[in-house]
C-alpha cells in the first residue's frame, strides 16, 4: 500500500517537473483559435489580431511571456509580430538582438523597458521587445513550430518556442477560416 502510494506520488511529482514541451495537443488549436482576439477599426477598416500570451520561465529565472499580433489592412494586406515581455530580477540586461531558426533577424525592435519594484533580491525589470514575421515565414513552420534567441548586451540569451499549433491556429482566426 506505502509503495504504491510513493510510486504515485513521485510520478506525479515527475510529471509536474518536466520542462515546457515543445509538443503541443492538437486541441490547443482551437483553444488558440478562440482565444485570439480581434479589434476592428470602424474608420480605416483595420484589423488587430492578438494571440494568447504564451508563459514560460527559463534557467536565468526569466519570465517570459510572448505571442503573436497582426494587423490587416481594409484592402487584406496583413503584417504580423512576435511580441516578447521578459520580466527578470538582476542588473539590466538590455536585449539587442534576436535570431530566428539560427539567422539573425533584421526586424529586431525593443518597444520599452521599464525598471520596476524593488526589493531584497533586487530590482524587478522589463523589455517589450518585437520581431516582425512574415506571413510566408509563418506558413513554413506549421509542421515544426520555431526557435527563436534573444541576446542582450550582458551576455543572457533566452530561447523561446512558439507550437506549430499556435501558429495554426492563430492563422486560422487571421485568415477567418474554422477548419
Same mark, same amino acid.
Given at each position: 500500500?506505502?509503495?504504491?502510494?510513493?510510486?504515485?506520488?513521485?510520478?506525479?511529482?515527475?510529471?509536474?517537473?518536466?520542462?515546457?514541451?515543445?509538443?503541443?495537443?492538437?486541441?490547443?488549436?482551437?483553444? =488558440?483559435?478562440?482565444? /485570439?482576439?480581434? !479589434?476592428?477599426?470602424?474608420?480605416?477598416?483595420?484589423?488587430?489580431?492578438?494571440?494568447?500570451? @504564451?508563459? /514560460?520561465?527559463?534557467?536565468?529565472?526569466?519570465? &517570459?511571456?510572448?505571442?503573436?499580433?497582426?494587423? =490587416?489592412?481594409?484592402?487584406?494586406?496583413?503584417?504580423?509580430?512576435?511580441?516578447?515581455?521578459? !520580466?527578470?530580477?538582476?542588473?539590466?540586461?538590455?536585449?539587442?538582438?534576436?535570431?530566428?531558426?539560427?539567422?539573425?533577424?533584421?526586424?529586431?525592435?525593443?518597444?520599452?523597458?521599464?525598471?520596476?519594484?524593488?526589493?531584497?533580491?533586487?530590482?524587478?525589470?522589463? &523589455?517589450?521587445?518585437?520581431?516582425?514575421?512574415?506571413?510566408?515565414?509563418?506558413?513554413?513552420?506549421?509542421?515544426?513550430?520555431?526557435? @527563436?534567441?534573444?541576446?542582450?548586451?550582458?551576455?543572457?540569451?533566452?530561447?523561446?518556442?512558439?507550437?506549430?499549433?499556435? @501558429?495554426?491556429?492563430?492563422?486560422?482566426?487571421?485568415?477567418? !477560416?474554422?477548419?
Amino acid at each position: 500500500m506505502y509503495r504504491m502510494m510513493f510510486v504515485l506520488l513521485v510520478s506525479i511529482g515527475l510529471m509536474a517537473c518536466r520542462g515546457n514541451d515543445k509538443v503541443v495537443g492538437a486541441w490547443e488549436i482551437n483553444d =488558440v483559435y478562440r482565444s /485570439t482576439n480581434m !479589434t476592428p477599426n470602424p474608420v480605416t477598416g483595420q484589423k488587430v489580431y492578438v494571440g494568447p500570451p @504564451i508563459n /514560460t520561465m527559463d534557467a536565468n529565472d526569466t519570465y &517570459e511571456m510572448y505571442n503573436l499580433r497582426s494587423e =490587416v489592412s481594409a484592402q487584406g494586406v496583413k503584417s504580423y509580430e512576435l511580441l516578447v515581455l521578459l !520580466t527578470y530580477y538582476s542588473p539590466w540586461r538590455y536585449y539587442e538582438s534576436a535570431s530566428l531558426l539560427n539567422t539573425p533577424s533584421s526586424t529586431f525592435k525593443v518597444v520599452s523597458r521599464e525598471a520596476g519594484i524593488c526589493d531584497n533580491r533586487g530590482c524587478m525589470f522589463k &523589455e517589450l521587445l518585437s520581431i516582425t514575421l512574415s506571413d510566408a515565414f509563418l506558413k513554413k513552420q506549421l509542421d515544426h513550430g520555431f526557435q @527563436i534567441t534573444l541576446s542582450s548586451k550582458t551576455g543572457v540569451k533566452t530561447d523561446l518556442f512558439v507550437p506549430a499549433q499556435y @501558429i495554426k491556429g492563430y492563422l486560422k482566426a487571421v485568415d477567418g !477560416t474554422s477548419n
